[in-house]
């Protein structure tokens, strides 16, 4: 088993910026993807961004531009960073870990237990 446990979210002004943190711990051996998805109301959760083992990354064109993903494989740990962040990012976000792939959420095989982040206007 994996345990996810994010950090960083909160409340910011549009055009501000956040930084959250996911970190893994137990059988972290297994996890090749990492990343976030997030869910607004009344939405279906959505792909943010993801990060493989090896460093490759996937964005929603929603972010791209605008947040940055990355991983410390030596503290088990991936970030967001979100710049220039617009009301429509308000959601909570879960962070996402997978043996394969996060992308489709389908082959998601563990999450965290997510973070709000609210962008006032």
């Known amino acids: 088993q994996v345990q996810l446990v994010e950090s960083g979210g909160g409340l910011v002004q549009a055009g501000g910026s956040l930084r959250l943190s996911c970190a893994a711990s137990g059988n972290i051996f297994t996890i090749n993807a990492m990343g976030w998805y997030r869910q607004a109301p009344g939405k279906q959760r959505e792909l943010v961004a993801g990060i493989t083992k090896l460093g490759t990354t996937i964005y929603a064109d929603s972010v791209k531009g605008r947040f940055t993903i990355s991983r410390d494989n030596a503290k088990n740990t991936v970030y967001l960073q979100m710049n220039s962040l617009k009301p429509e990012d308000t959601a909570v976000y879960y962070c996402?870990?997978?043996?394969?792939?996060?992308?489709?959420?389908?082959?998601?095989?563990?999450w965290g237990q997510g973070t709000q982040v609210t962008v006032s206007s």
């Open positions: 996402a870990a997978s043996r394969i792939t996060i992308v489709p959420i389908s082959l998601v095989h563990y």
